[in-house]
């Protein structure tokens, strides 16, 4: 037995049976449904109406072939998904990955995590998760934007700014976007806010681009404020990956008085005790589209070390994997641990395995999950939906208030879970539990519709 709660145990039996092979999936599910034991026992209401077996199951899953020709006039065949897992508070809003690791179980583990986090933002959205196995990597431009239009020319069909809003994520940035908005008009013949992170030139937000790393900053901040009764400023951080969360992490931990001194990308990791030259990153990372590598050849001292995992080696006070799900297991941990870390907070979608979030907590690191820290995008990408709504933008200085004002709430919202339900901050379950209630207030009012 994985679950004290019967009506549990048999919920996840099913989504096993119903999911099999898809061990993302499962896992994200079982972390969630572990956090529900204290609900369940206290709201029998919501085995009665059947929430929790509804709420597994995604309420659409889209699954296409997207064809292209490269640069070589070679026929290109890409497989495409789309997951519109639960709409009971908004429309669907999630991003969408091209990377080649994308299967049904990613796209259902991102997209399960994705109905939590959008409610924790206090915003009117719904969960949903798409992309393709189609890897960016190498391709030109040309190809990349033959991609996108004809992964468009699908997906169109089955989005719309009140039904679904799909946003970057892995490999998908502001050219990819641009190049899926461009065809989305054409094919409609609308202007609306059907995507987010858009340029700024046609319908885009100020900081959206730096709101999720700003975002795990505020959120950190807030954490260790509250319960170290201490802050982020004089801090020595590591930090994963070199991707657009990573980036805009690193600036804010900067501009918050700490010192950064790794990032990563899936090769290896560089390590510079001054303190990480941002400006240098992002010319190899943002501008190049080069490797991280290349940052210890142009900035003397630094060093670079193949393999990614070796970061959490680097003695630190705060880790923030920021690159992708599972790169921090139980081994990472242990070390992260001997050496003195106080807290960890994701940046990334699910970077920490069981195992070593276990071991965070059994420590007494603090711990900020995902869902809960990583919200900022979403989060802004929720803001640009209403700026697009009013045909009206705001500055950036507005943006970034409202952000920080969200990523406080959320962890209050967490913190306060957490202590109604009988594990005082336990962030995991925290997020998990009001994320869900706002969710299933929804559904119960419904009654019995999906
Ligand atoms: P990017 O594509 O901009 O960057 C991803 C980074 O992670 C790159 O440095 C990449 O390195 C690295 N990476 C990818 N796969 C692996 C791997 N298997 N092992 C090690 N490193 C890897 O993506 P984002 O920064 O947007 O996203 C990073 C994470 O944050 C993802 O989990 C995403 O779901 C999550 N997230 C993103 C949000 C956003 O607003 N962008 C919002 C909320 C969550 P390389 O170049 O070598 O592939």
New binding site residues.
Partial sequence: MDFKSEYLQNVYDTVCRRNAGEPEFLQAVKEVLESFEPVVAQKPELAKAGIIDRIVEPERFIQFRVSWVDDAGKVQVNRGYRVQFNSAIGPYKG?L?L?P?VNASIIKF?GFEQCFKNSLTGLPMGGGKGGSDFDP?GKSDGEVMRFCQSFMTELCRHIGPDTDVP???????AREIGYMYGQYKRMRNEHTGVLT?KGLSYGGSLARKE??GYGLLYFTDEMIRCMKNDSIKGKTVVI????????YATQKAQELGAKVVAM????GYIYDSKGIDLGTVKQI?EVERG??KEYAARVSGAEYHEG?RGIWTIPCDIALP????N?LDAESAAVLIKNGVMAVAE?????STPDAVAAFQKAGVLFGP?KAA?????AT?GLEMAQNSMRYSWTFEEVDAKLKGIMVNIFHNAYNASKEFGGEGNLVMGANIAGFMKIAEAMLAYGVSF
């Fill in positions: 991003g990955r990377h690791s991102l990597k946003a970057g994520d892995i490999g998908v940035g992170g709101a999720t994963s990956g070199s991707g657009n969360v990573a980036i990563s990308d899936s090769n990372k490797r991280i990614c920021c690159a992708t799900q790169e940046g990334a979608n699910m970077p995902a990583n919200a900022g995008g979403v990408s």
